[in-house]
């Protein structure tokens, strides 16, 4: 088959990107394709043996099929957990949407049939004062996998979220319903909203779940459009 690339974002911090990036790649898995995650930069990160190590990162390396170093899959990292962009001048470290995209295309040499890369944050979360990570997505050319925190307030961010993927040329290739309020009033109103609105496949509705696991979060998503 086709390689299949895409970058996975969110509609806001906290919604569950690497959760369901996780769970895309163990849906992956168990079809039986060879999968990649990739975290290019990471803040948030825990001294170790091997140096500055992220948990989301860590999660997308042990999930994915293909087993590639940790370096492969989380190159820029920071200890602070703060945006990219002061993260970087704190440190002294300078990020550009070209080392970012050079980075990924990299890890994107090894034998794959399915990559995901995670953005931080939301669509325009910046890494320096004149470039985000939509401007590595558009260098790449990645369609979009949205995630969407269904909490007040998700359809507008949801919406803004498109809006500022389609014109900036890329394709939304589908988009995940992540319940992370369970006490969302009028939950599946919303969904129902947001099907009608964002014009690209819904790839599934993942309940508030006690316990999650990259297994059980793929029980509730279909790849299959992303595959066609």
């Not at 140096?51 to 899959?73: C, F, I, P, R």
């Not at 002061?86 to 080392?99: C, H, N, W, Y």
């Amino acid at each position: 088959m086709a390689k299949r690339h895409f970058f996975v974002a969110g509609t806001d911090t906290d919604v569950g990107k690497t959760v369901i990036s996780a769970a895309l790649l163990e849906k992956a898995n168990q079809q039986g394709l060879r999968t990649i995650g990739l975290k290019p930069v990471a803040a948030g990160c825990e001294p170790s043996e091997e140096g500055l190590q992220n948990s989301d990162a860590l999660l997308l390396q042990k999930t994915a099929s293909v087993k590639l170093s940790y370096s492969e899959v989380n190159p820029i990292t920071f200890e602070a957990a703060i945006a990219p962009h002061i993260a970087a001048e704190q440190t002294g470290k300078r990020l550009s949407a070209d080392r970012i995209a050079a980075l990924c295309r990299g890890s994107m040499m090894n034998p794959h049939d399915f990559l995901l890369i995670e953005g931080a944050g939301g669509w325009r979360v910046p890494f320096s004062r004149k470039e985000t990570f939509a401007d590595v997505a558009k260098l790449l050319g990645t369609p979009v996998i949205l995630v969407v925190g269904m909490k007040l307030g998700c359809i507008n961010h949801a919406l803004l979220t498109v809006e500022a993927i389609v014109r900036d040329g890329l394709l939304v290739a589908g988009w995940v319903a992540n319940r992370i309020d369970p006490d969302m009033q009028c939950y599946t109103e919303n969904v129902a909203t947001l099907e009608t609105m964002l014009r690209a496949p819904l790839l599934g509705e993942v309940p508030y779940l006690a316990e999650i696991t990259p297994a059980l979060v793929a029980e509730y998503l279909d790849i299959s459009e992303l595959l066609t």
